[in-house]
């Protein structure tokens, strides 16, 4: 039998180790997986590596995380936002390492991880400060530049509703990096506003199938 | 006068086609989506997976799962649709999307946009998804205000801070003029009307030249 159910967050985060590459999901204040990231505090992993479109807001989430001083190196495309103020500390202080990738870019980086290729060739960034040091190669006429797989030990992720084989559902934007980082890590945990039955959620709603899920912890909203 | 900042979105949304699928960046450029013309149908993308952004929501309609790409709370249009990220930048990079509306620090004579950092160190740089739109979109178009609080242009032979595309612009909407980018240069297609070309160009680095069919440049109240 397949139950991809734990009891609470703290099993749900179990076994993360030091050093591990978290991948982060949510965008703006949408599809945080915020209770995950304070149960990986307390879980008390460090000299963690973040891929995160955005670099945490108040206090909790992600911002908890940076501010416990886990995080050695966030990968992220726009760190600064209202209210970043954990982020815009640690790195006025120099005490973590920003690499700042465009936000197609992070994403289509973990897709190709997810879908086992090697890298992809990209215009993004050609001319730019962002590609010094990467491979060029005109194709077509057209100048790329070589982006590599980006591939997570762990993500981390929020959802709408899952069943007990790790089916996610979505609501709106809050789908965002949800299902790319699902996908793209080794070990892919869910917080999720409702857990359902199996069979209750439509076959043609289910975004995230549950092979790429691993752990589904309930936090209502 | 010079446009106010809505007037200069207004102003943009005049020139959307019926029918286009636009991305609207963040800042000046989210403006736009207050002016659609009523006679066309426009649909709005936005970069966290949004295809088809309607208008703000009254305030017992806010809904935090449904926001923009300025992270400010949206509604659906009847139509829209919510795909994932790597879909979204799908539409943005493979030449999905009509036209990005983007805002700029600097645009250069040759199109060149500037407009995701400007290496001050106390502020960390955020590229976010300007330099996946900046190639990837058929048209860019920039809305920006002439000049710096400071007076300094925003038009230059040269972008001063880092390139975020190089040769991208197309057409630059600004508060005191409307301005073509072409292989021959620049030209002014309008302008306000309480000033003339030579002091266009004293507040632009870059060379103007008039369109042919120079025009003046107004707006409603708005």
């Not at chain 1, 590609?131 to 980006?150: F, N, Q, S, T």
């Not at chain 1, 993500?155 to 934007?173: E, I, P, Q, V």
């Not at chain 2, 739109?133 to 000049?147: D, P, S, W």
Request: charged share 25%; hydrophobic share 45%; net charge negative.
């Amino acid at each position: 039998m397949i139950d991809k159910r734990v009891r609470g967050l703290a099993e749900a985060v179990a076994g993360i180790r030091d050093g591990a590459t978290i991948l982060c999901a949510g965008f703006g204040g949408a599809g945080l997986p915020d209770a995950l990231c304070e149960a990986v505090v307390e879980q008390g992993a460090r000299d963690l590596t973040v891929v995160a479109n955005n670099a945490g807001t108040g206090r909790g989430g992600l911002a908890a995380l940076l501010g416990a001083g886990r995080v050695r190196r966030i990968i992220c495309s726009f760190p600064r936002s209202s209210g970043s103020v954990v982020f815009e500390e640690l790195y006025a202080a120099g005490r973590i390492e920003l690499e700042l990738v465009p936000q197609g870019i992070i994403s289509e980086r973990m897709r190709c991880a997810a879908a086992g290729l090697g890298g992809f060739y990209s215009p993004v960034s050609v001319g730019t400060r962002l590609a010094e040091g990467k491979e060029h190669r005109e194709i077509d006429g057209r100048m790329y530049v070589l982006e590599k797989p980006l591939k997570g030990d762990v993500a981390l992720l929020s959802a709408d509703c899952a069943d007990r084989w790790g089916n996610l559902t979505y609501r709106k934007s809050a789908r965002n990096f949800n299902p790319t980082m699902a996908m793209a890590a080794d070990l892919s945990i869910a917080q999720v506003r409702h857990i359902v039955e199996l069979g209750e959620l439509d076959p043609e709603m289910i975004v995230t199938p549950g092979i790429f899920v691993d752990r589904v912890v309930n936090v209502p909203a | 006068m010079p446009l106010k900042r809505r007037q200069i979105a207004w102003r943009a949304a005049q020139d959307l086609a019926d029918g286009a699928y636009v991305n609207l960046g963040i800042g000046l450029p989210t403006m736009v989506s207050d002016f659609i013309p009523a006679d066309r149908e426009i649909v709005l993308h936005s970069e966290n997976g949004v295809l088809g952004v309607g208008p703000a929501p009254g305030d017992n309609e806010v809904d935090w799962d449904l926001i923009n790409a300025g992270k400010q709370p949206i509604t659906l249009v009847t139509g829209g649709s919510y795909v994932h990220h790597t879909d979204s930048f799908l539409m943005i990079r493979g030449g999905h999307l009509d036209l990005a509306l983007l805002g700029a620090f600097e645009v250069s004579e040759r199109g060149d946009l500037a407009n995701w950092t400007t290496d001050d160190p106390a502020f960390p740089p955020g590229v976010g998804g300007a330099m996946d739109l900046a190639v990837g979109a058929k048209e860019i178009r920039v809305l920006v205000e002439h000049t710096t609080k400071a007076g300094a242009p925003r038009i230059r032979r040269n972008c001063q801070y880092p390139l975020t595309a190089a040769a991208v612009v197309r057409r630059i909407y600004t508060d005191l003029a409307v301005i073509d980018v072409t292989p021959d240069g620049l030209f002014v297609r309008e302008i306000v009307e309480d000033i003339d070309l030579p002091a266009l160009q004293a507040k632009t680095e870059a060379a103007l030249r008039p369109a042919p069919n120079l025009r003046p440049l107004r707006a409603p109240p708005v």
